[in-house]
């Protein structure tokens, strides 16, 4: 069985400061993992997804992410946010053979002018 | 707009009515996903098609609600005698198939309210 923990449910942060969402998996096997994003009354939209590779991840509007194995986490960074980031912020896993998302319960991002 | 789409975006339903909705995929995705979001927490699996066929049922799929993709494109579903429980956000996804987990794109999801 995979979980997936996101530990902030709210994160306030200052415009043009740096941002860190936490979010740490249980998983038996590899996993893909992936972040979303859900803007009010929208659906969700792929930030960033890891599969293989580079453990360093880049996505989109300026957001990276970094697979750590040994502390089975997937943080999403972004060094100077926007009031357009302003958002709910979704980390999924899933793995090979599997085709079904486990997602967080999500952290929602208010950025404060 | 070449997004997944679903209708209606909204419905309220009383209690113990059929409530029936569509989701339709980006037109080359063979795969389609709903999920199940509710008030504060992530989206939740309900079942998945690969094509016409229905590969996976999730545990929270009870025997009130069906799910169909009867050509392979676009999806319904059904609750029967809806209960104030199932006052949700229903998501629809679609993906390529392929060997590689694809990314799943959402449509704009179905809020459900059951009064």
């Known amino acids: 069985a995979q979980s997936v923990t996101q530990l902030d449910s709210q994160v306030p942060v200052f415009e043009e400061a740096p941002v860190e969402l936490r979010c740490n998996y249980s998983s038996s096997v590899s996993v893909y993992l992936f972040w979303y994003v859900q803007y009010p009354n929208q659906g969700l939209q792929l930030l960033l997804k890891?599969?293989?590779?580079?453990?360093l991840v880049k996505g989109i509007n300026g957001f990276e992410a970094e697979f750590n194995k040994s502390q089975t986490s997937f943080h999403l960074r972004k060094p100077s946010v926007h009031i357009s980031d302003t958002a709910e912020y979704f980390c999924a896993v899933t793995n090979f053979g599997n085709e079904k998302l486990t997602f967080g319960t999500g952290t929602r991002l208010t950025i404060i002018p | 707009d070449t997004g997944v789409s679903q209708n209606p975006r909204h419905k309220i339903t009383k209690r113990g009515q059929n409530v029936t909705f569509r989701c339709d995929p980006i037109?080359?995705?063979?795969?389609l996903y709903w999920y199940r979001q509710t008030l504060g927490q992530g989206p939740e699996f309900l079942t998945y098609f690969q094509n016409e066929a229905q590969l996976e049922k999730s545990r929270l799929l009870s025997d009130r609600f069906s799910a169909e993709r009867p050509k392979g494109s676009f999806s319904t579903l059904e609750i029967q005698r809806t209960e104030q429980g199932d006052s949700a956000m229903y998501l629809c996804?679609?993906?390529?198939?392929?060997?590689?987990?694809?990314?799943?794109?959402f449509g704009p999801g179905t809020r459900l309210l059951v009064l």
């Open positions: 996804a679609s993906s390529l198939g392929g060997g590689a987990p694809e990314t799943q794109y």
């Open positions: 890891y599969l293989s590779g580079s453990t």
């Open positions: 037109s080359e995705h063979n795969r």
